[in-house]
């Protein structure tokens, strides 16, 4: 399996909501990222996993609040987000050694009324 | 910091037109390069890479040499078809704070006519 799945495909959410994002792989990889991208832009970094441990947080608000409940799963907890958070959620994961490449799914279209 | 420049388009060809996107980079250290595409309404996919001087990444026609004397890494195709229209981003790998970040390219658009 090299495949990295992402639940929803879409979300919608006001302001008030707490919703999740989900992100499972079954590559045996030992790092995990989330990346947001907005429209007709790259992807940014929000945070890394790696053996389940938080090692990177790009000062992402804390609205957003990750969690890695094992070495196949990553969430995203979304609280009070704002409508400017709207973007595509990119989940993708990585062997933990150095140079390799990353996988990702195929994100979760995120819209905050 | 490192960073990664690339020419933003958006590109338009004809099919069977050759395709060069060019991808210059700076780094400390010797970072790995990637291209990926990014279909419409999809995440992103690794189109090819590679992780030292003079390597050649290719795929699906596709190719890229990683040419660290003009820190460049130009994405090439000899005949382009309409399904290779997408988003093309090119990356370097900074293995720094005990895991991998990729730097992204501000992504090129391509688009290819009949």
């Known amino acids: ?113 | 910091g490192d960073s990664v420049t690339q020419m933003e388009g958006p590109v338009t060809l004809s099919e069977e037109a050759f395709l060069t996107i060019n991808c210059t980079y700076t780094a400390t250290g010797y970072p790995s390069l990637f291209w990926y595409v990014q279909y419409p309404g999809e995440g992103l996919q690794l189109l090819l890479k590679a992780t030292k001087a003079d390597d050649k990444g290719s795929n699906k026609g596709f190719e890229a040499t990683y040419r660290k004397e003009t820190t460049s890494f130009h994405l090439e195709k000899g005949s382009v078809q309409v399904s290779d229209s997408a988003v093309y981003f090119c990356a370097l790998s900074d293995h720094s704070q005990g895991a991998q970040k990729l730097v992204f390219g501000q992504g090129t658009r391509l688009t290819i006519n009949p």
């Open chain 1, 1 to 113: 399996d090299t495949e990295v799945t992402q639940t929803p495909k879409h979300l919608v959410m006001g302001m008030t909501n707490k919703k999740s994002l989900k992100c499972e792989q079954h590559m045996g990889h030992r790092a995990m990222y989330w990346y947001k991208q907005k429209a007709k832009k790259p992807p940014e970094l929000m945070f890394v996993y790696s053996y389940e441990k938080l090692s990177i947080n790009e000062s992402v608000p804390s609205r957003f609040s990750p969690e890695c409940p094992n070495s196949s799963l990553l969430n995203l907890h979304l609280h009070a987000l704002q409508p400017e958070d709207s973007a595509l959620y990119l989940c993708a994961s990585s062997q933990a050694a150095r140079f390799n490449e990353q996988f990702f799914g195929p994100g979760t279209r995120l819209t905050v009324l």
